[in-house]
């Protein structure tokens, strides 16, 4: 397979980009000549952010699957498509081939759909990074089931809230996950997350770790022996077959919960064809990826990254996607350089937080790596400092690199903003250019466009998007006045990414963080509303407030103020058992950094907490706080200062 839409040169990347703004219909309908349709589109894009209505390719016909897998099968049926490493490096290594990777997704929607899940159907997938989690992601999206993969990292009752909002009728899990010395109970946590439930119809559980699990009758069955019986129905005369559902261009494949700035989490929806156009086309340019190459991305299927760039993006390219299941430090700081030599990575797609927590071993996570495989690195997950780009550029890719920092979104559903590994430049802690098709502008709090550049010469502002590309959500699930409100409406026929933004001369982007109330926690989107929601159900809370502040390694870390009227003392005690109720209603993920204790939170007389003046003491400012003579009770403000922690 040669990609004719891969981008060569920077002349090129200018050409196209330019093709892509004044005729983005005949731009992308040329993209998508390179797709197989089970019938083609009447129209290529009808769109407004009003509503917002945004249909591309609409009157098509497909299915993603017959893309990522049949379509392969002549011509690299026996090569990887997906090569798995697991957890424990001495435990057997498995290559799933094209022809492998048919067979089982064949299998997978033959057992949904045996276990009665429709088309439409929502299900839910809380596994491990396991290859059966892209089987059971692509057996969905075989038969148009709805997939919903949550994190292994979410509490009961973050899943419980997830299943409620998608209505979802099944689930698919494992017994355990290995993480490290760890193994998570996941089936476990599923029992709890479906006490009061009343959508779920099936559990289907795999089995990983052996993890002695409750099977209730009638709703939990074993994945060994529904596969088992499928495989029966799917081979017929030593052929494998499967009809792959007609799916419609704006059929939805799937939803991903992510958090914003209200107290809960939205379920992200996108479509079929414009998602596949999307994520193919930026992982073939953004990584310039050629056949044969092995492409490692360390993220986990449960996140938008693991979607677009292990499953959905490579498989559509006829790539081999490498899949992880374990974490960067286990059973050592070499992990993820150990796997780039075994399998003789080619491209290597990492988040700052992981480059910044191994460059604190010094030279051990690599000096006795050869790395000579390597061609790209990438990262993507939050704003990358530039100690950490100089190291990964110096130690990682010894200087043979290009680098591609990769800005986009859960809600952006593929790369936005980025260099073009070797195509176009590269600038340390810059995402650089937007991928043809993409036109961002940054405006100011009025919404008007930013055109003034400041002293250092940069246009500064919040960072929208003024047209549609072919993998921008559709809606957010079940609430579509939530989509709008959220995105669409803070600034008129705008797409607003709740990001700020600088941009150079040359029209290169930096990204310099969320202006709105979420944080970025090692990668990890949170909502600080949800995190405070989470605070204020420990019995001897009254009120609390969340911030971020700079750390090392994670990029933030989470700061919460805590008014406290419990029972038992304000201490060291309480406040992990703060930590544990957070960890119960979100995930370990969410626990603050630090807590602090106060006796009231700076507020305005209408009842505003200002976050402004919580965020600079967080992030050690004492003297320039601003102006807090609006404040109800200024007082509150020496006193958090003194017993900052
Ligand atoms: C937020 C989206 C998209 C994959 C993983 C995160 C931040 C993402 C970058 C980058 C600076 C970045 C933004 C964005 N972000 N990539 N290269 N440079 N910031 O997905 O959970 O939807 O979070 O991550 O703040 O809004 P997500």
């Given amino acids: 397979m040669s990609y004719p839409f891969q981008i060569k040169s920077f002349e090129e990347y200018q050409q196209k980009y330019k093709e892509s703004v004044e005729q983005p219909e005949q731009f992308w309908a040329d993209v998508a000549e390179n797709f197989l349709w089970k019938k083609k589109w009447d129209n290529v894009l009808d769109w407004n952010f009003a509503e917002p209505k945004i249909e591309w390719f609409k009157g098509a016909k497909l299915n993603i699957t017959e893309n990522c897998i049949d379509r392969h099968l002549a011509e690299k049926g026996e090569d990887a498509a997906i090569i798995w490493e697991p957890n424990n490096p001495e435990e057997r290594t498995r290559i799933v081939t094209y022809n492998r990777l048919h067979k089982r997704v064949c299998q997978v929607a033959q057992m949904l759909k045996n276990n009665g899940v429709k088309k439409g159907d929502r299900v839910c997938i809380y596994m491990g990074m396991v290859p059966e989690l892209a089987y059971a992601v692509l057996g969905c999206a075989r038969i148009g089931a709805i997939h919903s993969v949550i994190f292994g990292g979410f509490s009961a009752q973050s899943i419980a809230d997830r299943l409620e909002d998608a209505q979802a009728e099944f689930i698919i899990t494992c017994d355990g996950a290995y993480r490290g010395e760890k193994v998570i109970a996941l089936k476990d946590v599923i029992d709890d997350a479906l006490r009061g439930n009343k959508t779920v119809k099936k559990v289907i559980v795999y089995t990983r770790t052996r993890t002695p699990v409750s099977m209730i009758k009638g709703r939990d069955i074993w994945w060994e022996d529904e596969m088992q019986f499928a495989e029966e129905q799917v081979e017929k005369d030593g052929k494998i077959f499967f009809e792959a559902e007609a799916m419609d261009a704006e059929d939805p494949l799937f939803i991903l919960y992510t958090s914003g700035s209200t107290g809960k989490p939205k379920g992200?929806?996108?479509?079929?064809?414009?998602?596949?156009?999307?994520?193919?086309?930026?992982?073939?340019?953004?990584?310039?990826?050629?056949?044969?190459?092995?492409?490692?991305?360390?993220?986990?299927?449960?996140?938008?990254?693991?979607?677009?760039?292990?499953?959905?993006?490579?498989?559509?390219?006829?790539a081999t996607s490498l899949m992880f299941e374990g974490i960067p430090t286990y059973p050592s700081c070499s992990r993820f350089f150990d796997i780039v030599d075994k399998y003789k990575v080619n491209i290597l797609y990492t988040a700052p937080t992981a480059i910044r927590s191994l460059m604190s071993f010094g030279d051990k996570s690599y000096k006795d790596n050869d790395l000579s495989s390597l061609k790209v690195l990438g990262t993507v997950g939050e704003p990358i400092n530039e100690e950490a780009w100089h190291w990964y550029e110096e130690y990682i890719g010894k200087k043979n690199c290009p680098i591609v920092d990769t800005w986009w979104q859960t809600e952006t559903g593929g790369i936005l903003i980025s260099n073009l590994a070797g195509v176009t430049n590269s600038k340390p802690s810059w995402a650089t250019l937007p991928l043809p098709g993409i036109q961002p502008l940054l405006v100011d709090e009025n919404g008007k466009e930013v055109t003034q550049p400041d002293e250092d010469g940069l246009l500064k502002g919040n960072l929208c998007i003024k047209f549609p590309w072919p993998s921008i959500l559709r809606t957010t699930y079940g609430d579509h006045e939530r989509c709008r409100t959220n995105y669409f409406a803070t600034y008129p026929n705008l797409y607003f990414t709740g990001d700020g933004a600088l941009k150079d001369?040359?029209?290169?982007?930096?990204?310099?963080?969320?202006?709105?109330?979420?944080l970025n926690v090692s990668g990890h989107r949170i909502g600080t509303a949800e995190v405070e929601n989470a605070i204020n159900m420990h019995a001897g809370v009254v009120e609390s407030a969340v911030v971020g502040y700079p750390h090392n390694i994670k990029g933030q870390g989470?700061?919460?103020?805590?008014?406290?009227?419990?029972?038992?003392?304000?201490?060291?005690?309480?406040?992990?058992?703060?930590?544990?109720?957070?960890?119960?209603?979100?995930?370990?993920?969410?626990?603050?950094?630090?807590?602090?204790?106060?006796?009231?939170?700076?507020?305005?007389?209408?009842?505003?907490?200002m976050r402004r003046i919580l965020r600079k003491i967080a992030e050690g400012e004492t003297e320039n706080l601003g102006d807090i003579t609006t404040l109800l009770d200024p007082s509150v403000v020496d006193e958090i200062k003194k017993e900052k922690v």
Wanted: a positive charge.
């Fill in 505 to 518: 001369k040359d029209g290169n982007y930096r990204i310099t963080g969320r202006v709105d109330d979420v």
């Fill in 268 to 318: 992200v929806v996108h479509s079929c064809a414009g998602y596949m156009i999307y994520t193919t086309y930026t992982f073939v340019n953004v990584f310039q990826y050629q056949p044969k190459q092995i492409h490692f991305c360390t993220a986990d299927v449960g996140w938008i990254t693991g979607h677009s760039y292990i499953v959905y993006g490579p498989l559509a390219a006829g």
């Fill in 558 to 609: 989470i700061y919460a103020y805590v008014i406290y009227n419990g029972k038992k003392a304000a201490d060291e005690l309480t406040k992990k058992d703060i930590n544990v109720t957070v960890s119960k209603v979100i995930g370990p993920i969410a626990k603050p950094d630090k807590i602090q204790f106060v006796s009231g939170l700076p507020k305005t007389r209408s009842g505003k907490i």
